[in-house]
């Protein structure tokens, strides 16, 4: 593989990684009810409007899950993957595993997105508190419907919050027991997935 090559399929997977987190962000903030006037949430709808809007036509929604953004999102994860194999000089293999393959890799970004939201919450706690910037108030409703169960089972410790410890722990299992084995049941290569 060529050094040209290469940087071609490092522009295809860092320009179809950054749509495929706006575009799962976009479904993620409607599953948390995230505040859509934040402007963050605004840049997000509309960096995926054009698109999603004849897709909504033909995919509804159902109970507030947004599978219009999720099938996006699929679709986007398939093509780039699709594209970085042939770039590769590699054969397309059968458009069921590919289908398989983009479900991983949603799947491994889609953790990858609460874990450093976790992390930036927990830094924003130390350092800005009670913070009011669009972007601290997108993180927390972000994180607070993973942290809210894990609160309810422990105790409280006097202002201490451990529960992104717990959520930290969960994700990293998530991502070794189902992802990682998933990738490798299904022979995914490594350095597919398009997960930042």
């Known amino acids: 593989m060529t050094g040209m090559n290469m940087a071609a399929i490092y522009i295809v997977q860092t320009l179809g990684s950054l749509y495929l987190l706006i575009v799962l962000l976009r479904f993620i903030l409607q599953l948390v009810r995230a505040d859509f ?7 997000i709808v509309r960096a995926t409007q054009p698109i999603l809007r004849p897709l909504r036509r033909v995919i509804p929604g159902f109970a ?3 599978f219009a953004s999720l099938v996006l999102a699929l679709i986007v994860q ?4 699709a594209i970085i194999i042939k770039m590769m000089g590699y054969a397309l293999p059968a458009i069921l595993q590919l289908l398989v393959w983009s479900l991983v890799g949603i799947t491994a970004l889609f ?3 609460f874990f450093f939201a976790l992390i930036i919450s927990v830094i924003l706690s130390w350092v800005a508190p009670h913070s009011h910037n669009p972007a601290a108030v997108l993180v927390y409703q972000l994180c607070e419907p993973v942290l809210a ?7 409280s410790l006097g202002g201490l919050d451990l529960s992104p410890i717990f959520a930290f722990i969960a994700l990293n299992l998530l991502d ?10 299904t022979g995914m290569p490594r350095g597919l997935t398009l997960a930042l």
Request: proline share 9%; hydrophobic share 60%; net charge positive.
């Open 64 to 66: 507030g899950v947004d």
């Open 176 to 185: 070794m027991l189902v992802v990682t084995n998933l990738a490798m049941a």
């Open 78 to 81: 398939l093509v780039v993957m």
């Open 111 to 113: 953790l990858k997105i």
């Open 37 to 43: 006037y934040n402007p963050l949430s605004q840049f």
């Open 149 to 155: 169960p894990i609160r309810r089972f422990l105790p």
